[in-house]
Structure formats: structure tokens, C-alpha cells
């Protein structure tokens, strides 16, 4: 009933920016919190940054400062905005929603499919 498609990932070098983005679409009445995971392949998915309906904002340690979280509400979607970027950002970057869809009075998480960020001389 919802689907949720990112863009924007690919290769970088050190120092560079890229910009991914994530589309929630489907029968949607509304969307809390709207997140960015990512994961190395053997390790934990890890959560990068979160923003609120309200536009309340969360970072990971790793990426404060570096890293902007932004969302467009009438569009359903959110942005990852990275600059600064470093070899240890290489991963797949997944987009989460927490999703009310229509005829529902409940929230439930979403996933996107994943874009692989490399960073890499």
C-alpha cells in the first residue's frame, strides 16, 4: 500500500557531497517521523538521522555537522543532504516512514529498497 523509492546514491570521492532522496507514495494519510539507516554488509543497520512531522531533528554522532536531514510534507519526501563525506560513509542507505495509510488508524514502519553511497580515490 505504500511505497517508499530513494535516489541519489553513487560513487564520490573524499570530501564530496551527495544528495539522496526518498518518495513515500500509496493511499498515505499522513507520516510521522521520516528516518535514514544505513548498513555496511556484516554489521547492524545503523540509524543516520531522523526528522519529525514537526521538522524536529536527530543525528547520529557520526554524522552531526556534516549531515542534513530536510523533509517537503506536501511531497512526502524526505532528503539526505552530505557533504564532507568520508570513506567510512560507504554503505547502503535506507529510507524509513512511519506511515498512516487511509482507512487505517494506525502507524506502521516502511522500507525503501536501499541506494549504495561509496566514497572512495
Known amino acids: 500500500q505504500v511505497q517508499l523509492v530513494e535516489s541519489g546514491g553513487g560513487l564520490v570521492q573524499p570530501g564530496g557531497s551527495l544528495r539522496l532522496s526518498c518518495a513515500a507514495s500509496?493511499?498515505?494519510?499522513?507520516?510521522?517521523?521520516m528516518d535514514w539507516f544505513r548498513q555496511v554488509q556484516g554489521k547492524q543497520r545503523e540509524l543516520v538521522a531522523s526528522i519529525s512531522s514537526g521538522g524536529n531533528t536527530y543525528y547520529a554522532d557520526s554524522v552531526k555537522g556534516r549531515f542534513t536531514i530536510s523533509r517537503d510534507n506536501a511531497k512526502n519526501t524526505v532528503y539526505l543532504q552530505m557533504n564532507s563525506l568520508k570513506p567510512e560513509d560507504t554503505a547502503v542507505y535506507y529510507c524509513n516512514a512511519d506511515v498512516r495509510t487511509l482507512y487505517s488508524s494506525i502507524f506502521n514502519d516502511y522500507w525503501g529498497q536501499g541506494t549504495q553511497v561509496t566514497v572512495s580515490s
Open positions: 500509496g493511499r498515505i494519510f499522513s507520516i510521522n517521523n
